[in-house]
């Protein structure tokens, strides 16, 4: 397992950016996939977007596909999740995750799929 710390989270006007950020304690970042899930007030949590260890491959939610974008420094050991046009619906706490990929270069959009979590950050959307 790998050490998630999430930041960037806040207060933003509906239409509006943010971008997360999430720094993994490990030396082989580029091995791991990476997503983004998100977990709003009275529900449970689901996947936002992910990404495969080289940056190439990435999958989003149809609820964020064309609003979000995620991005990755393996030089840095940082995913980033880059949020434009932000809706009320998107206030939730956003949680950063990681797995040590077995193989090829992929990514994967289920919970169970991850092993290693951040504490989360919270974004709000006023509208």
């Known amino acids: 397992q790998v050490q998630l710390v999430e930041s960037g989270g806040g207060l933003v006007q509906a239409g509006g950016s943010l971008r997360l950020s999430c720094a993994a304690s490990t030396r082989t970042f580029s091995s791991y996939a990476m997503a983004w899930f998100r977990q709003a007030p009275r529900k449970e949590r689901e996947f936002v977007a992910a990404?495969?260890?080289?940056?190439?491959?990435?999958y989003y939610a149809d609820s964020v596909q064309g609003r979000f974008t995620i991005s990755r420094d393996n030089a840095k050991n940082t995913v980033y999740l880059q949020m434009n046009g932000l809706k009320s619906e998107d206030t939730a706490v956003y949680y950063c995750?990681?797995?040590?990929?077995?193989?090829?270069?992929?990514?994967?959009?289920?919970?169970?799929?991850?092993?290693?979590w951040g504490q989360g950050t919270q974004v709000t959307v006023s509208s």
């Open positions: 990404i495969s260890g080289s940056g190439r491959n990435t």
């Open positions: 995750a990681a797995v040590l990929r077995s193989y090829g270069d992929v990514y994967y959009t289920k919970e169970h799929n991850y092993d290693s």
